[in-house]
Nanobody, 120 residues
Framework: QVQLVESGGGLVQAGGSLRLSCAASGKINIINTMAWYRQAPGKQREFVATIVNNGSTNNQDSVKGRFTISRDNAKNTVYLQMNSLKPEDTGVYYC??????????????WGPGTQVTVSS
């Protein structure tokens, strides 16, 4: 089995920064795409940023220029550096990973989420 564990959430004032981490562990052969999603209170979960195993990235328009996604393949870890945070960035941030455990097994995994609260 594979587990994802996020860390780094918390309370920060508007304009501040946070760095989220998500470490994958367990039976892992290849980690394909890794991504961050978020869910604000009363809203649906939405895409934030993604990075594939060749390092290519894509961000949601509202976070471009403020958030940076990166990964350390040796540590099976993805990061989200969040700068110039705004109150509308508040929500639970979820880590996503598309993982191949062996030749026959490939599936998507989600972490339990970490809370990010930005005060105005």
């Amino acid at each position: 089995q594979v587990q994802l564990v996020e860390s780094g959430g918390g309370l920060v004032q508007a304009g501040g920064s946070l760095r989220l981490s998500c470490a994958a562990s367990g039976k892992i052969n290849i980690i394909n795409t890794m991504a961050w999603y978020r869910q604000a209170p009363g809203k649906q979960r939405e895409f934030v940023a993604t990075i594939v195993n060749n390092g290519s990235t894509n961000n949601q328009d509202s976070v471009k220029g403020r958030f940076t996604i990166s990964r350390d393949n040796a540590k099976n870890t993805v990061y989200l550096q969040m700068n110039s945070l705004k109150p509308e960035d508040t929500g639970v941030y979820y880590c996503y990973a598309d993982i191949s455990s062996d030749f026959w097994t490939r599936r998507a995994y989600w972490g339990p989420g970490t809370q990010v609260t930005v005060s105005s």
